[in-house]
């Protein structure tokens, strides 16, 4: 599929894969808060506030989208990517917001666990969402790969996070049925779920707040980046290569030196060859600027 075929398609899928997420978030969140009730798990009902969480960065994915989507105006030349990490960051803070939550209440209650313990339909309900959850998770993931966004990867991790959380319930629920004086099992699973969505919370946040400080692209990618250019003919050497993220694209600017003796155009079209096969062969990056310098006359160069 052509590139601008690609681009157009992308805030489509972005969209079905979320409002598909929202509906089912909706449905998992009232069958576990219900069950979690009538089948006395804490555990539980802390897995149906994760999967309202869920729905929340649904949400802030299904909105955003369509900002981040927009091209280049006059009050963003640079695009709208930046509002994709914003949603990012957002996904990653409720995550912690609300596994924080759920780990003190967890830990708070720890002493006074329900002698009646949780019933076996608790059992059943964590299956359920393990398995919807993950298999939301592997779409999602897909769309997201496929459309190179961050902030939809954030939303399948989300979902990844909802599946792993509800694997600790139903252990509980079984270790609880096989030994029914262990009912504490049910807050220590709680506290384990809260654990799951705090490190979900960091895997998210933390890219898109150095993102949003400005930091530039691995050390490894940067000399990929090098690689390239120095491979362009009439490129000599390269410097001042600077690098920064905009949501799933990547902006590059450094110092080309080329032949002191050639021509002021000649110059300008290696800066452009140099700037095509960057673009070309390295995807992510969605522009160059290129500061052109005369180098060292072929004589007083090592």
Not at 189 to 207: E, Q, R, T
Not at 275 to 285: N, S, T, V
Request: a positive charge; proline letters at 5%; aromatic letters at 6%.
């Amino acid at each position: 599929m052509p590139a601008a075929a690609c681009r157009s398609a992308a805030p489509r899928a972005v969209r079905t894969v979320t409002v598909a997420g929202l509906a089912i978030n909706l449905l998992l969140a009232a069958m576990k808060a219900v069950l979690g009730i009538l089948g006395r798990s804490q555990a539980l009902v802390a897995d149906a506030v994760h999967s309202v969480s869920d729905m929340v960065t649904d949400i802030a994915v299904l909105f955003g989208s369509a900002f981040w989507s927009a091209p280049a105006d006059e009050n963003h030349p640079y695009g709208h990517g930046r509002i994709e990490t914003l949603v990012t960051a957002f996904i990653g803070l409720a995550l912690a917001v609300v596994g924080t939550g759920l780990g003190y209440h967890a830990l708070a209650t720890l002493s006074d666990p329900d002698p009646a313990g949780p019933s076996f339909i608790v059992f059943l309900a964590a299956c359920v969402s393990i398995l919807v959850k993950e298999a939301l998770y592997r779409w999602t993931a897909t769309v997201g790969r496929r459309v190179r966004s961050a902030a939809v990867m954030a939303n399948a991790w989300h979902h990844r996070s909802d599946a792993l959380s509800s694997v600790p319930v139903a252990v509980a629920i079984l270790g609880s049925r096989l030994r029914p004086s262990w009912t504490f099992l049910d807050h220590v699973a709680a506290v384990l779920v809260s654990v799951f969505i705090l490190a979900a919370a960091w895997k998210i946040s933390w890219p898109a707040l150095k993102e949003l400080t400005d930091a530039g692209v691995s050390s490894a990618r940067s000399q990929r980046y090098r690689k390239v250019i120095l491979e362009a003919p009439g490129a000599r050497t390269a410097h001042a290569l600077r690098t920064r993220q905009l949501g799933p694209g990547v902006l590059v600017d450094f110092h080309l030196h080329v032949d002191p003796e050639m021509s002021v155009s000649d110059g300008h079209r290696i800066a452009h060859e140099v700037k095509d096969r960057l673009m070309r062969e390295c995807p992510e990056i969605v522009d160059v600027l290129v500061h052109v310098e005369p180098g060292e006359p072929a004589g007083r160069r090592a």
